[in-house]
């Protein structure tokens, strides 16, 4: 808990699953890569966050988490509503991109704090692992009308996730998916199970 300041080197382009867990101190952090060349494993929060944002702050006091993903999506996220929102701008259908690890995620600092999910029109696919690993999110309200695929382990672990409602446009949903949502009481598709593919790990869905 004492470590202030961590400068990584430019040949570290990877950190393991826990390396600065528990490190709350850490105040100040830089590397010369860019972040989406260094893979930052789960249980390293407390330098995610401040690599992300440049500040140990916690992240549901702010009003200014924003970011833009490949493809034109932009993302936010309301600390009022503690809702995290999807908008394509660029005019053709595009997908949320796969996470290797959550750590990947530029929300990630976020994943403990947000409760709502916002997928609004233009978003063809949600990647993998893209909210996997939020203990409070709740709400899932997925208004593309382009959302087609929902990818592997998409919101593995997402214990407070109660109802899924998946528009006729979802049609592929990948392995795990919904893997360990346990509190799913309620999920509907206009589609019948002929229009859709749900890969294995999805038993809280089906």
Do not use: H
């Not at 470590?3 to 040949?11: E, G, H, S």
């Not at 249980?43 to 924003?66: M, W």
């Not at 939020?134 to 709400?139: A, I, K, N």
């Not at 997402?158 to 392995?175: F, G, M, N």
């Amino acid at each position: 808990t004492s470590i202030r300041t961590v400068n990584l080197p430019a040949q570290v382009g990877q950190i393991d699953k826990n390396a600065f867990s528990g490190c709350t101190g850490i105040v100040s952090a830089t590397t010369p890569r860019l972040l989406a060349n260094l893979v930052i494993d789960t249980g390293n929060e407390p330098l995610t966050r401040v690599l992300r944002d440049g500040s140990s702050s916690t992240p549901s006091t702010s009003e200014d988490n924003s970011g833009t993903l490949s493809g034109g999506i932009t993302w936010s996220y309301q600390a009022s509503t503690k809702i995290l929102i999807f908008v394509n701008t660029s005019g053709t259908a595009v997908a949320i991109p796969d996470y290797n690890t959550t750590a990947e995620r530029p929300w990630d600092y976020l994943a403990s704090v947000v409760e709502q999910v916002l997928v609004l029109d233009g978003i063809s696919a949600i990647g993998r692992q893209a909210f996997a690993d939020m203990p409070r999110l709740g709400t899932l309200i997925l208004n593309g009308s382009s959302l087609a695929i929902i990818g592997e382990a998409a919101f593995r672990n997402d214990v407070s996730i109660k109802t899924v409602t998946l528009p006729k446009e979802t049609v592929l949903i990948y392995a795990n998916a919904f893997s360990g949502c346990t509190g799913i009481t309620a999920a509907s598709t206009p589609n019948t199970q002929a229009q859709m593919t749900i890969l294995s790990g999805n038993e809280p869905l089906t």
